[in-house]
């Protein structure tokens, strides 16, 4: 049973153009949370979505950051007009739980996409 | 001041030693606990959960005091393996936002 997988694990951009994350949850799992973590700081909740919803963006930047997880195919999250800001490790989580239960006992993180803005 | 604190580190220790570090959180509603741990440039992983009866795993004691607000951390007879970031998670309900991660206090095992 593959893991959470996210690609690409390092992706490049130079300020203004796009970025698109993915994240293929663990083979069971509906729920999907991504988060980012900037360079000596703790993990921020960005946004949780099931299939083709968003239940949560309250962590989201207003501008620029949009997430989706469509019926088929991984979760994206992607971040127009890039800044140097937006460097950091993004990462994804799943879990077959929603935020009911003890769900964070059954989320597991995928190996984070490093995104590097030049 | 931060929902979530920890001490940076490094603590640097012998292996062997035992080693405690804490975690203090601000809000007094805040409900579950967790410890993750995270190495160099990877994901973080679930270490323990933290009971209000403290909880151990082997050479790990987590403990929760609600009226100072911290949660400990205790490893015992450490290993060069547990060299990592000790990443403190609370949990003010079980809504994903508010999940706070503290920025992890970084533990180094020398032979």
């Known amino acids: 049973n593959a893991g959470v997988m996210q690609n690409p694990r390092h992706l490049v951009r130079r300020r203004g153009q796009e970025a698109r994350l993915r994240c293929s949850p663990m083979?069971?799992?509906?729920?999907v949370y991504w988060y980012r973590q900037l360079p000596e700081e703790g993990l921020k909740f960005m946004v949780y979505?099931?299939?083709?919803?968003?239940?949560?963006e309250s962590g989201m930047p207003k501008e620029r950051f949009s997430a989706e997880f469509p019926k088929e195919g991984p979760s994206i999250l992607r971040i127009q007009q890039v800044v140097r800001g937006d460097s950091a490790a993004y990462f994804c989580?799943?879990?077959?739980?929603?935020?009911?239960?003890?769900?964070?006992?059954?989320?597991?993180f995928g190996p984070g996409t490093r995104l590097t803005v030049l | 001041r931060k929902e979530v604190e920890q001490d940076p580190g490094p603590f640097n220790v012998p292996e062997g030693a035992t080693v405690a570090f804490n975690c203090t959180y601000s809000?007094?509603?805040?409900?579950?606990f967790f410890w993750y741990r995270q190495d160099c440039r990877k994901e973080p992983k679930l270490l323990m959960s933290?009971?209000?009866s403290g909880n151990e795993d082997g050479r790990f004691t987590a403990q929760l005091n609600r009226a100072s607000q911290y949660i400990s951390l205790l490893i015992r007879d450490s290993k060069l393996s547990d060299s990592a970031t000790y990443l403190c998670?609370?949990?003010?309900?079980?809504?994903?936002?508010?999940?706070?991660f503290g920025s992890g206090t970084r533990l180094s095992i020398r032979p």
């Open positions: 989580a799943s879990s077959p739980l929603g935020t009911s239960g003890s769900w964070l006992d059954t989320q597991y």
């Open positions: 083979k069971g799992h509906s729920h």
């Open positions: 979505l099931q299939k083709e919803n968003i239940i949560d």
């Open positions: 809000n007094s509603a805040s409900q579950s």
């Open positions: 933290v009971y209000s």
């Open positions: 998670v609370v949990a003010k309900d079980s809504s994903a936002s508010k999940i706070i």
